[in-house]
C-alpha cells in the first residue's frame, strides 16, 4: 500500500509537521544518574529522526521536587541547570533532520508506584489524588508476553509496591506542581523545544485526578466530573501564561481505564472537549493503566483506533493514536481520518528503521510483544530488544548519531538582527 496519508505535513497549534508519525514517550533507563542527558540518549533519538521521523515526544520529564522525592530516575529532570546543556543537544539533534521535538512532563507515579527504594528520597511518602492502596488488581496479562516468559522458564511482571496506602495530596504540594511545570515548560521552550505534553494517562498522578474511581477529595479538586478536572486546567492555564500562544502544549490521557469504576469513553470525550475549549493544541491516546495492563501494552494492533475515533469526531485539534505497529493499517487509519497521526513506541524499539522502509513500500521487523523492553524497565536496566540486538547500543554504531558536524538549529529567541555587519 502506497503511503500518501501518512507522510502528509500536519500542524499542531503553530508548529508544521513533516509528517503523521510521532515517536512517543519511553522509558529508556539510558540517562546519567540524576536524569541527566546521556550520549546513549541522544544517539537513540538522533537515529530515529534521521530515519524521517515527523514528532518526537520525549520523556518524561520530572519537573518538581515534589514529584522528584517519589520518582525513579528512569525519564529526565530539570531540578537544577545541570540539565539543561543536554536537553538542548538533544532537541538540536532531532531539529537537525528536521524532526519536531516535544517533551512530555512526569506528575509522579501516583497509586502506580514502584520500587520505593530507589527513589531519591525513600523516606517520602506516595500521594495521589486521594488515599488509595496500591495493591495491584489482579490483571488479563499480556497473552504473548505471558507465552514468551514461560517458554523462558520465567514470569512477566508488573512493577508494583504491594499493601501500601498513598495519601492525599495537600494544596501546597499541588500548587508547587503545577507552578514548577509551568516554569519548566518555558526553560524548554528557552531550550529550543516545539512543545510539551502533559501527562494524565496510565494511571498515574495527574490521570488520578481525573480518575471517578481514584479522586475522592471533597476540596476544589475534587467531586464532580467538573472539579475532577482542575489539576489539568491549572497545568495547562498556569504553562500557557508562561509560554505565550504560539508554544504547543498538548496531553496525553487513556481512553478508558477499563477497571470497575473508572474513567470511561465518555469521561475522557468531555475532559478533551473541555481542555480543548482551553487552547489545548493536541490530545494523544492510550490505554488502560497498570490495572489493566493488557491494555496498557495490548498484544493486537490498532486495538486504540475505534475509541480513539469516537473522541476524534468530537473535537477540532488533531489527535494521536499508539499502538497501531503495521504500516499499512497506520495509513489506512489516518486516510480514513481515524487518527491524525500514529504514535510508535515498541515498533522504534524493533525496528529503527520503521519510518525509511514504510516510506518504501517495505516491511519492517515486528514488535513480537514479548515484553522483554518491559522487564528491563521494572528491574532498573537499559531497555533491550529481543528482535533488534542493536538497541542500548546506538552510542557505539555508525548511522545514529551525525558523523560530522551539522548545522546547529537556534532556538527562536536566539535569532537576532542584533550585531550583524550592514
Not at 32 to 57: D, N, P
Not at 128 to 139: N, Y
Not at 223 to 252: H, Q, W
Not at 292 to 309: K, N
Amino acid at each position: 500500500m502506497e503511503k500518501k496519508a501518512l507522510f502528509q505535513p500536519i500542524q499542531i497549534g503553530n508548529v508544521e509537521i513533516k509528517n503523521r508519525l510521532a515517536l512517543l514517550p519511553l522509558c529508556l533507563n539510558y540517562n546519567l544518574k540524576g536524569g541527566l542527558v546521556s550520549t546513549q540518549t541522544k544517539a537513540f533519538f538522533a537515529g530515529r529522526a534521521r530515519e524521517g521521523l515527523g514528532l518526537i515526544v520525549a520523556g518524561t520529564l520530572t519537573v518538581s521536587n515534589e514529584v522528584y522525592k517519589r520518582r525513579v530516575g528512569s525519564g529526565f529532570q530539570m531540578m537544577d541547570h545541570s540539565a539543561k546543556p543536554g536537553l538542548y543537544e538533544l532537541a538540536e539533534l532531532a531539529q537537525m533532520y528536521g524532526t519536531k521535538i516535544f517533551m512530555q512532563f512526569s506528575y509522579g507515579m501516583g497509586h502506580q508506584i514502584s520500587k520505593k527504594d530507589q527513589w531519591p528520597d525513600p523516606t517520602a511518602d506516595p500521594i495521589t489524588a486521594s488515599p488509595i492502596e496500591t495493591k495491584l488488581i489482579p490483571p488479563a496479562q499480556p497473552m504473548k508476553a505471558d507465552v514468551w516468559h514461560k517458554r523462558m522458564g520465567t514470569e512477566f511482571q508488573i512493577a508494583n509496591v504491594e499493601n501500601m496506602m498513598t495519601r492525599e495530596a495537600t494544596l501546597k504540594e499541588l500548587e508547587e506542581i503545577e507552578d514548577t511545570q509551568a516554569v519548566a515548560a518555558l526553560a524548554l521552550k528557552t531550550l529550543g523545544f516545539d512543545g510539551v505534553e502533559l501527562h494524565f494517562g496510565h494511571g498515574y498522578f495527574g490521570a488520578g485526578f481525573i480518575s471517578p474511581r481514584v479522586n475522592q477529595r471533597k476540596d476544589q479538586y475534587g467531586g464532580s466530573p467538573e472539579k475532577r478536572l482542575t489539576f489539568p486546567k491549572n497545568c495547562y492555564e498556569k504553562a500557557r501564561k508562561r509560554v505565550g500562544k504560539d508554544f504547543a502544549i498538548g496531553m496525553r490521557i487513556s481512553l478508558e481505564e477499563h477497571v470497575p469504576g473508572g474513567q470511561t469513553l465518555d469521561d475522557t470525550k468531555y475532559i478533551c472537549k473541555e481542555m480543548e475549549k482551553l487552547g489545548l493544541n493536541y490530545v494523544s491516546f492510550t490505554n488502560g493503566c497498570h490495572d489493566a495492563f493488557d491494555y496498557y501494552q495490548p498484544d493486537e494492533d490498532g486495538s486504540m483506533i475505534e475509541g480513539a475515533a469516537v473522541i476524534k469526531k468530537a473535537l477540532k485539534i488533531p489527535v494521536i493514536t499508539a499502538s497501531i505497529h503495521d504500516p499499512d493499517l497506520a495509513e489506512k487509519s489516518v486516510a480514513e481520518g481515524k487518527t491524525d497521526m500514529v504514535g510508535l513506541a515498541r515498533a522504534l524499539f524493533a525496528d529503527p528503521h520503521w519510518i525509511s522502509k514504510a516510506a518504501e513500500g517495505k516491511r519492517p521487523v515486528r514488535c513480537i510483544k514479548c515484553g522483554l523492553c518491559w522487564d528491563h524497565i521494572v528491574f532498573g536496566l537499559p531497555i533491550r530488544c529481543t528482535v533488534n540486538p542493536e538497541l542500548g547500543f546506538e552510542q557505539y554504531l555508525p548511522g545514529y548519531l551525525p558523523e560530522r558536524p551539522m548545522k546547529s538549529v537556534l532556538p527562536p529567541h536566539l535569532h537576532s538582527s542584533k550585531g550583524k555587519e550592514k
